[in-house]
């Protein structure tokens, strides 16, 4: 019996890698590279996209909002002028908790790749699941706020090793916090040793410029990394 359910996770995450790669494929053909957002509910993610959307030097951006329900996000994105896709796994995927490669499929025609280089997906909120699926994007990145405590790479390393950038949001709130920023640091390390990490404050705009160089250096060189 157990076995049985382990054998129907494989298929599902076989079939997933299969969408994924021609997912893939296709924003390869349109020239636009992808970054795959992910981070706990509330982790800053929409807040960091404000930050940089729209000034990215002249390459052109698109976001793709994932959400259980509503568009709260897209909307906050709206007055900055990129093109924003809302996807709802509310609608029609069971209520997920994270995006997979099929929804994201399913979205392909509102994109307008044609007229992007880069498109920046938010994953649902989630520390757990996202991490599982890939969607056919380039690189990773998850957002870590000092608020959910130095122990989560601990506790979630799957996330913390899924991904090439580890994003420490919310540091203006040090001075009124018992966090120790360098104990969440070296735990990141524990976890995914040497993943790059940025230190930010999407309030301050602390760290800001250094996250938006890096979607610039994914714009420019994206990882030709392998999917399965
Ligand atoms: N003090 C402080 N608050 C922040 C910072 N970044 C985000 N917030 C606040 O944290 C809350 C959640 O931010 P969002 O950007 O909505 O977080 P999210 O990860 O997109 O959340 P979901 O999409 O619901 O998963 C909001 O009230 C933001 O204003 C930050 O750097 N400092
Ligand atoms: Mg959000």
Same mark, same amino acid.
Request: aromatic share 4%; proline share 4%.
């Given at each position: 019996?157990?076995?049985?359910?382990?054998?129907? !996770?494989?298929?599902?995450?076989?079939?997933?890698?299969?969408?994924? *790669?021609?997912?893939?494929?296709?924003?390869?053909?349109?020239?636009?590279?992808? =970054?795959?957002?992910?981070?706990?509910?509330?982790?800053?993610? @929409?807040?960091?996209?404000?930050?940089?959307?729209?000034?990215?030097?002249? =390459?052109?951006?698109? !976001?793709?909002?994932?959400? =259980?329900?509503? *568009?709260?996000?897209?909307?906050?994105?709206?007055?900055?002028?990129?093109?924003? @896709?809302?996807?709802? @796994?509310?609608?029609?995927?069971?209520?997920?908790?994270?995006?997979?490669?099929?929804?994201?499929? $399913?979205?392909?025609?509102?994109?307008?790749?044609?007229?992007?280089?880069?498109?920046?997906?938010?994953?649902?909120?989630?520390?757990?699941?996202?991490?599982?699926?890939?969607? &056919?994007?380039?690189?990773?990145?998850?957002? $870590?706020?000092?608020?959910?405590?130095?122990?989560?790479?601990?506790?979630?390393?799957?996330?913390?090793?899924?991904?090439?950038?580890?994003?420490?949001?919310?540091?203006?709130?040090?001075?009124?916090?018992?966090?120790?920023?360098?104990?969440?640091?070296?735990?990141?390390?524990?976890?995914?040793?040497?993943?790059?990490?940025? !230190?930010? $404050?999407?309030? $301050?705009?602390? &760290? !800001?410029?250094?996250?938006?160089?890096?979607?610039?250096?994914?714009?420019?060189?994206?990882?030709?990394?392998?999917?399965?």
């Amino acid at each position: 019996m157990h076995r049985t359910k382990v054998r129907i !996770v494989e298929d599902a995450l076989d079939a997933n890698n299969t969408i994924a *790669s021609a997912n893939r494929a296709d924003f390869d053909r349109a020239g636009v590279k992808v =970054v795959n957002f992910m981070g706990a509910p509330g982790a800053g993610k @929409t807040a960091l996209l404000e930050r940089v959307v729209a000034d990215l030097r002249g =390459v052109r951006v698109g !976001v793709l909002e994932g959400d =259980v329900e509503g *568009s709260m996000d897209a909307d906050r994105l709206a007055h900055l002028h990129v093109p924003v @896709t809302q996807l709802n @796994t509310g609608a029609g995927f069971g209520g997920e908790c994270h995006l997979d490669a099929n929804m994201v499929r $399913s979205a392909m025609p509102a994109l307008a790749l044609e007229e992007i280089d880069l498109l920046l997906v938010e994953n649902v909120g989630n520390l757990v699941c996202p991490a599982e699926f890939r969607i &056919g994007e380039n690189a990773r990145v998850m957002v $870590s706020a000092i608020t959910e405590g130095e122990d989560k790479p601990l506790k979630y390393p799957l996330m913390f090793r899924a991904c090439e950038l580890v994003i420490v949001n919310k540091v203006d709130l040090l001075p009124h916090l018992d966090f120790d920023l360098d104990k969440l640091l070296y735990n990141i390390d524990a976890v995914h040793p040497d993943v790059e990490t940025i !230190v930010v $404050s999407a309030r $301050s705009g602390q &760290g !800001v410029e250094a996250w938006r160089e890096w979607l610039l250096r994914i714009a420019a060189h994206a990882p030709q990394e392998a999917i399965a």
